[in-house]
């Protein structure tokens, strides 16, 4: 009986740990290879040097990288945790009609399933040199010259992120606030909480594992992305996974390894210690 | 009912600032990509008209545009058809433990979280290894599915979690058989959610740029060809392509959402029936 269970468990799982298996263990394995191989400007070459980690651990380019890939995932993960909650919490106590709930919840959903590279783009015209922001402030009279540190710049990168990034705070958030039992909230206001008391002692804490599935979400993109720090800031900035993407552009292969071999060691790390304080599995 | 506290009021203009900054550029470059042929990537508009439009159909006048859009869009149903199917019968595995299945959960959430670019980069050396050429249906396409095969399995997790699994039973009483329970039972109840996640597993791979740069290959995908051209375009014509592209991304949403109303609905409509004949 034992053996049978197992044994269906396992073909129908098949596929998925195939897919796995094959594209993304295998891949790392290769990573972690190739991160201890050497290059020349044209091919990599076989060996078994620890010099790529050498050169990236006593590089101050890479403790620079790093500290701004987390200041990002710093930054991001406040604004995106504050606006995710609002919304979330508006969405699941202030809505009343369930029709109503989805449509919203909807329309916060839309632009997640379009392109990123376009969502990015569209940025252009508003924080641009002579964009919307800037007409609005000259002529406002708030500035006399055009602001440049709108777009391409720290600003920019941040502000996209949060813009591509915040329905991964959204979602598990309102999933975890939609199964806290109402009549908890009841008792609360039955017993003289005020709304603010009722948002801090009653549904804070019962949100918490939404809170840390988004913080997982949002802290591994953060952390992964090189496309919006590249595009975003206009070259002008670098995260770790622009260091990677740089060496892949060169060719640089083994170096490229190396620094993804210690960037997934940290956010292996950071996700490891987060997922110890929530069950995804219970919580969706 | 009762009257809305102040917070909703304040909550309200909260939500409506969000919903705002969330589809305000995007109908921003929607206005500008309707720019007159002198325009430019900014206010004002210089005129009205499609030029732009017109101008992305010229030949040679940016990349192979059509040719990569073919491609992003076959990949993107190879992909939905690949994601459905293993996520459901994943799903329909972790529904009872297995030796391994804590495992291969763990496994499936790394592939969440692991950077995009390892994967990129991973399966791009592992086909030079072998010798093999890189190209979107093959390396492009198992790359995806790392990415759109752990959201399908959250959304059945999702699912069964929430089943009941009294159906089952009593259609095995009846003596259906496991495939009868299955087909008839489970996946009509299931049916939407299988809908969602054709939904993000042909839209995660139509917009998917970092999984596919190492390993597309010579023939780009329509995420990798936009991107190439905002290196060097700065004419309205990329916001041409992005009206688009987010058009047809939009219409394809609208198309599963009509299909899940319109099965939720037929049902409705079925159970009113027998009611009525009961």
């Known amino acids: ?284 | 009912m009762e009257p809305r506290p102040r917070s909703f009021y304040a909550l309200t203009a909260f939500f409506v600032l969000f919903v705002i900054f969330l589809y305000g550029p995007t109908i921003t470059i929607a206005i500008l990509s309707f720019q007159g042929p002198q325009g430019g990537l900014t206010f004002p508009m210089n005129g009205v008209s499609t030029y732009w439009f017109h101008n992305l159909f010229e030949q040679q006048a940016v990349g192979d545009i059509w040719g990569s859009f073919r491609r992003s869009f076959a990949l993107g149903l190879m992909v939905m058809v690949a994601t459905v199917v293993i996520s459901v019968m994943a799903g329909l595995a972790f529904r009872k433990r297995f030796r391994g299945s804590a495992a291969l959960f763990y496994l499936t959430i790394a592939s969440l979280v692991i950077p995009s670019i390892l994967v990129s980069l991973g399966v791009g050396l592992i086909f030079d290894r072998f010798g093999l050429k890189v190209h979107w249906a093959t390396s492009g396409f198992g790359a995806q599915l790392t990415w759109t095969l752990p959201f399908g399995l959250l959304v059945m997790f999702a699912v069964f979690n929430r089943f009941n699994p009294s159906y089952e039973e009593a259609a095995r009483d009846q003596g259906a058989s496991a495939w009868q329970t299955f087909a008839h039972v489970v996946l009509p109840i299931i049916f939407p959610s299988v809908v969602g996640v054709a939904l993000f597993g042909f839209s995660l791979s139509y917009d998917e740029f970092a999984r596919t740069l190492l390993t597309a290959g010579s023939y780009n995908t329509l995420p990798l060809e936009i991107f190439g051209m905002t290196t060097n375009v700065t004419k309205p014509v990329i916001y041409a392509l992005g009206t688009l592209t987010t058009a047809f991304s939009l219409l394809i949403i609208g198309a599963f959402l009509l299909a899940v109303w319109i099965t939720a609905r037929r049902r409705a409509r079925r159970m009113a029936s027998l009611a009525k004949a009961g």
Request: charged letters at 10%; proline letters at 4%; glycine letters at 6%.
């Open chain 1, 1 to 284: 009986m034992a053996v049978s269970r197992n044994l269906q468990g396992w073909l129908l799982a098949a596929p998925l740990t195939a897919v796995l298996a094959g594209f993304l263990v295998l891949p790392i394995l290769t990573i972690f290879i190739v991160s201890f191989w050497q290059a020349t400007e044209f091919s990599i070459i076989p060996a078994f040097s620890l010099e790529n980690y050498q050169f990236l651990l006593t590089s101050p380019v890479t403790y620079q990288v790093f500290f701004k890939t987390f200041v990002y995932a710093a930054l991001v993960w406040g604004l995106t945790l504050a606006i995710g909650f609002t919304v979330a919490y508006y969405l699941a106590f202030h809505i009343r009609s369930e029709a109503t709930r989805m449509v919203l919840f909807l329309l916060c959903t839309i632009p997640f399933l379009t392109s990123n590279i376009i969502r990015m783009i569209s940025w252009i015209p508003f924080l641009g040199r002579n964009g919307l922001a800037n007409q609005a402030l000259m002529s406002l009279g708030i500035v006399d010259a055009p602001v440049e540190w709108l777009l391409y710049s720290d600003f920019s990168v941040v502000l996209a992120f949060v813009h591509l990034n915040t329905l991964f705070m959204i979602t598990p958030i309102f999933n975890t606030m939609m199964r806290i039992d109402r009549s908890l909230v009841e008792a609360a206001r039955d017993n003289g909480a005020s709304g603010w008391q009722i948002l801090t002692h009653v549904i804070i804490p019962l949100s918490k594992p939404g809170i840390m599935i988004g913080t997982i979400f949002v802290l591994a993109l953060v952390m992964g992305d090189f496309i919006t720090v590249r595009f975003m800031s206009g070259s002008q900035s670098a995260n770790v996974g622009r260091l990677i993407s740089n060496d892949i552009a060169l060719l640089q292969y083994p170096s490229a390894s190396a620094t993804s071999i210690v960037l997934l060691a940290v956010v292996l790390l950071i996700i490891g210690a987060l997922m110890r304080f929530v069950n995804i599995r219970k919580e969706l």
